[in-house]
């Protein structure tokens, strides 16, 4: 790649597209390395119906500097050079209730956005969730997410499956000293009980050395350019653009043994009928 800056030209970024000009420029920073742009070149598979949703659990609101951001803008970019419509939002900048019903405004809260961020989520494909590190666990801001995602997973699709389903998920994570795959075996464990789909390998994470120091987008920092990192942040990625092109092209998870419709009127699928003499 050379010197000049990469331009991110579609909704999103940083995290709002709603107050950020579509065409701005993230940062100095070339974003994709030339390991990166070859996955990127070689790739012959066709993407671009696919959707992903980006949510960034930073505890930073905007403009602050969200090192989070920096290593989700990796896999972001890395789709949306496939084609796929990406979009990210800080959910710190948004209202957001604290609940596990899908709207709070009707138990007590007098606003709440998560109703209409819940339609972004549903009209994906992917959803990663990046977040930081605090005292060895992912921010409260992450949880809070988790918990909104929760209080929506009863709901059921066309199949009668629970509605997540057919969806895949990962998630990225910054922070200083240690904590990295413990957030993360939380997250994709959440993510699976409510329904996800989680590709190998579907996490990544830059903590830096233990102790005091720079964050990952800080100069000296080595976090941008961490090999580690990179791999595992693109080996994510497309792990989440496969999966989620598999799934897409058989249309979803088979729907037998796993509808709660059924289930509720009575189905047992495989098992006998105990009613049946």
Request: glycine content about 10%.
């Amino acid at each position: 790649m050379g010197a000049s800056r990469v331009v991110l030209n579609f909704q999103r970024r940083c995290c709002d597209a709603a107050q950020i000009n579509p065409e701005v420029t993230v940062s100095d920073r070339e974003i994709l390395t030339e390991k990166q742009m070859a996955t990127v070149e070689s790739s012959t598979t066709d993407y671009s119906d696919l959707r992903a949703f980006f949510i960034n659990c930073t505890l930073k609101r905007s403009p602050e500097v969200s090192n989070t951001q920096g290593l989700m803008d990796i896999s972001i970019e890395i789709m949306r050079r496939n084609g796929v419509d990406v979009e990210c939002i800080r959910a710190i900048d948004h209202d957001i209730a604290v609940g596990v019903w899908p709207d709070m405004t009707e138990h007590a809260w007098e606003k709440d956005e998560w109703p209409e961020i819940f339609e972004r989520v549903m009209a994906s494909d992917i959803l990663v969730l990046g977040m930081s590190i605090w005292l060895g666990e992912k921010s409260s801001v992450a949880t809070q997410i988790v918990e909104r995602l929760y209080g929506n997973s009863h709901l059921l699709n066309d199949a009668g499956q629970y509605a997540y389903y057919g969806r895949v998920g990962g998630c990225l994570i910054t922070g200083n000293e240690d904590g990295a795959k413990h957030c993360a075996m939380n997250t994709l464990y959440s993510l699976q009980h409510l329904g996800y789909v989680i590709p190998p390998q579907a996490d990544s994470g830059w903590i830096g050395e233990a102790g005091p120091g720079p964050s990952y987008l800080d100069e000296g920092s080595g976090g941008p350019a961490n090999d580690f990192t990179n791999r595992n942040t693109t080996f994510m990625t497309w792990n989440l653009l496969h999966l989620a092109r598999m799934l897409k092209d058989a249309g979803g998870i088979p729907a037998h043994g796993n509808q709660r419709s059924e289930w509720d009127a009575g189905c047992r699928f495989d098992f006998p009928n105990p009613e049946h003499r």
